[in-house]
């Protein structure tokens, strides 16, 4: 007979709680609000702050007119800070105005690069547009400058 000294198989009686330890379990797990959670440092259960949702603005979303084109900006978040006044203008407003003012020869395009940055990029295939070379970079959003009508948009969105 080979083993721990234990006996032999699994002859192990099942986990049981004093009567004492049962009365401190049903006390702590009891719901005392309606979010409890384990603390595991002490071995209790405790209560969780309860969640108050955030205060939506009331107002609606405003939708300011391009300086551009004179239509409205149904979708804010695509648009652009326009660089001389602050106001928000039309994204394809933007491109359109930065393709006249570039001189764009054969295969060149002007494209968002991203972080507020346009590029005038010149395709070798203008079919294949995965080997292209940026030829010029054109910084149009100020990354430090927050405009006003974004603190305002991200008002609605982000009220936590």
């Known amino acids: ?25 049903a006390r702590d797990t009891k719901k005392k609000g309606d979010n409890p959670r384990f603390d595991k440092t002490r071995g209790i259960f405790v209560d969780r702050p309860k969640w108050i949702p955030p205060v939506v603005p009331s107002e609606p979303i405003p939708v300011p007119d391009c300086p551009y084109c ?3 900006i149904r979708d804010l978040s695509t648009a652009l800070t ?8 039309h994204f394809d407003c933007v491109l359109g ?18 972080g507020g940055r ?3 990029v010149h395709f070798t295939n203008p079919q294949d547009t995965r080997g ?14 927050r405009s006003e ?3 305002s948009l991200a008002d609605h969105y982000s009220v936590t």
């Open 82 to 89: 326009d660089k001389a006044s602050g106001e928000a203008v």
């Open 118 to 120: 346009f590029g005038v």
């Open 132 to 145: 292209f070379t940026i030829k010029k970079i054109v910084e149009w959003e100020d990354k430090e400058n």
């Open 1 to 25: 007979m080979s083993g721990s000294g234990r006996g032999s198989g699994n002859r192990r009686q099942g986990f049981r709680r004093k009567e004492k330890d049962k009365e401190t379990w």
């Open 70 to 72: 004179g239509k409205p």
């Open 149 to 151: 009508w974004r603190k």
């Open 97 to 114: 105005r930065l393709a006249e003012n570039e001189g764009l020869e054969r295969g060149d395009a002007v494209t968002y690069i991203g």
